[in-house]
């Protein structure tokens, strides 16, 4: 009896997400290696979280530490077009130890040009090693979906101006939650 207790959400769940698939909202139409960057669009995004955390420091021994830690090595980015306005944003993250969680998360940034500078449009965290950045065809409020990590999908939403979650799509998640 138990077992059709949880084998009817289950099913349940296996055909929303089939009913998605076919749906074509996981249509990809760019994915970004975490491991990999564009030249160009890896230094803006270095020179604005370099910018962000010195700002953030103010002991000069920690300013120096971080300048002699924080390179451009630190920094994965690549530029994509989310909103079609013909302007690309820059899409990446920075790995190191100002800029990463204690589980290896840190901070997806999504850097929107305004004016001269750029804004971070993005308030998500995220664990790069676990999978690529996949810019999705789908779009919501003008702007393409995210998918990160294999399971969760980010979107854009005008009332904040950012990208936050959208759904996960983790499978095991639902039933820890169904079972405890």
Same mark, same amino acid.
């Given at each position: 009896?138990?077992?059709?207790?949880?084998?009817?959400?289950?099913?349940?769940?296996?055909?929303?997400?089939?009913?998605?698939?076919?749906?074509?909202?996981?249509?990809?139409?760019?994915?970004?290696?975490?491991?990999?960057?564009?030249?160009?669009?890896?230094?803006?995004?270095?020179?604005?979280?370099?910018?962000?955390?010195?700002?953030?420091?103010?002991?000069?021994?920690?300013?120096?530490?971080?300048?002699?830690?924080?390179?451009?090595?630190?920094?994965?980015?690549?530029?994509?077009?989310?909103?079609?306005?013909?302007?690309?944003?820059?899409?990446?993250?920075?790995?190191?130890?100002? =800029?990463?969680?204690?589980?290896?998360?840190?901070?997806? &940034? %999504? +850097?929107?040009?305004?004016? #001269?500078? $750029?804004?971070? @449009?993005?308030? =998500?965290?995220?664990?790069?090693?676990?999978?690529?950045? &996949? %810019? +999705?065809?789908?779009?919501? #409020?003008? $702007?393409?979906? @995210?998918?990160?990590?294999?399971?969760?999908?980010?979107?854009?939403?005008?009332?904040?101006?950012?990208?936050?979650?959208?759904?996960?799509?983790?499978?095991?998640?639902?039933?820890?939650?169904?079972?405890?």
């Amino acid at each position: 009896m138990l077992r059709k207790i949880y084998l009817i959400p289950l099913l349940i769940i296996f055909f929303i997400v089939l009913f998605i698939i076919i749906k074509g909202e996981f249509t990809p139409v760019f994915s970004f290696d975490t491991n990999s960057y564009e030249p160009e669009a890896r230094q803006i995004l270095y020179d604005y979280k370099y910018n962000e955390i010195s700002n953030f420091l103010s002991e000069k021994e920690y300013i120096e530490e971080f300048k002699r830690e924080f390179t451009s090595d630190c920094v994965h980015a690549f530029s994509y077009d989310l909103n079609d306005d013909g302007t690309k944003e820059i899409i990446g993250y920075a790995l190191s130890r100002h =800029t990463i969680g204690s589980q290896g998360v840190t901070g997806l &940034v %999504i +850097l929107q040009k305004t004016g #001269n500078s $750029y804004e971070d @449009i993005s308030r =998500t965290l995220f664990n790069p090693q676990m999978a690529d950045i &996949v %810019i +999705l065809r789908n779009k919501t #409020n003008g $702007y393409n979906k @995210i998918f990160l990590e294999n399971k969760y999908v980010i979107k854009y939403e005008n009332k904040v101006k950012h990208y936050k979650w959208a759904y996960t799509l983790d499978m095991i998640k639902y039933i820890r939650a169904h079972l405890s």
